[in-house]
């Protein structure tokens, strides 16, 4: 079995999965983030080295548990405070011990974790319960963008994106993700009937290339610790942080935007 059928094949077993839960309701949907972010912290310790600090993971875990019951009890300035709390946590834990035991600057990956990975699922949960719609809409951006480069990358090949992060990435792939994400957002809006149509097309186009970005800052990160993989849990991506490495930069600006009723109505 080649590598596009496995990869193929485990995207098919995730939406699959993703579907149940978001037809399952807020509880499964929320239990589900929660998984999601442990896979997805555990890798982010393993790839930087922070699982060497005992009370990284279990402290970052303890943070994910009750930051999503917070935005499952619709106590959002609660969730937003636990993570902060954890994410200074582990800052003083490096400023007050850098001098005597230098290991703990891992602390400040773990710290970054514990925003980086924790920020986007709390906003993926947030969204789903006060902004389904507008959730659905950056789900099939993302996915679009990440099918269009993959597909479209490797069948046109060309000049690479960013060889020194990312080698396997080319401007073919980048700009065919950006094209297949606004034709897919243009078959949305268009069953939908929205009037706003290329308001909502400038949005999925930023969309893509947050997308983009965020894959390739986890391409660096990897390639800072020398880790071809966040992990082996996929086969055919890697790990979780593989497959969600796209949503990390769009969720929590996507979170804030309707917050603040910036994104016009379907």
């Not at 929320?30 to 080295?49: D, K, M, P, Q």
């Not at 007050?96 to 035991?101: E, F």
């Not at 969204?127 to 480069?149: E, K």
């Not at 706003?196 to 290339?209: G, N, P, S």
């Amino acid at each position: 079995m080649n590598e596009s059928t496995r990869r193929v094949q485990s995207a098919a077993v995730l939406f699959a999965i993703t579907v149940f839960a978001w037809i399952a309701g807020e509880f499964f949907f929320a239990a589900y983030l929660f998984v999601l972010s442990y896979f997805a912290l555990r890798e982010w310790n393993n790839i930087t080295g922070a699982n060497q600090l005992a009370l990284v993971l279990p402290i970052s875990l303890a943070a994910s548990f009750v930051a999503h019951g917070a935005i499952y009890l619709q106590r959002d300035a609660l969730a937003l405070a636990v993570i902060f709390l954890a994410f200074v946590f582990f800052l003083l834990r490096y400023v007050l011990n850098k001098a005597s035991h230098p290991q703990v600057a891992l602390s400040l990956w773990g710290s970054f974790g514990a925003v980086v990975v924790l920020l986007p699922c709390i906003s993926a949960l947030w969204l789903y319960m006060h902004a389904r719609p507008v959730f659905g809409f950056t789900l099939l951006c993302v996915w679009a963008s990440d099918i269009g480069a993959y597909f479209i990358g490797r069948a046109l090949g060309g000049p690479k994106l960013a060889p020194r992060i990312s080698p396997g990435k080319t401007w073919s792939g980048s700009l065919g993700g950006l094209f297949t994400t606004v034709l897919v957002a243009y078959a949305f809006l268009y069953a939908k009937g929205s009037p706003w149509t290329f308001e909502w097309l400038v949005i999925a186009a930023i969309i893509a290339i947050l997308s983009q970005a965020g894959d390739l800052g986890e391409s660096a990160l990897k390639r800072r610790f020398n880790v071809k993989d966040s992990g082996t849990l996929i086969p055919g991506h890697g790990g979780i942080l593989d497959r969600i490495d796209g949503f990390l930069p769009v969720l929590p600006l996507i979170f804030l935007a309707n917050s603040y009723t910036i994104f016009p109505t379907f």
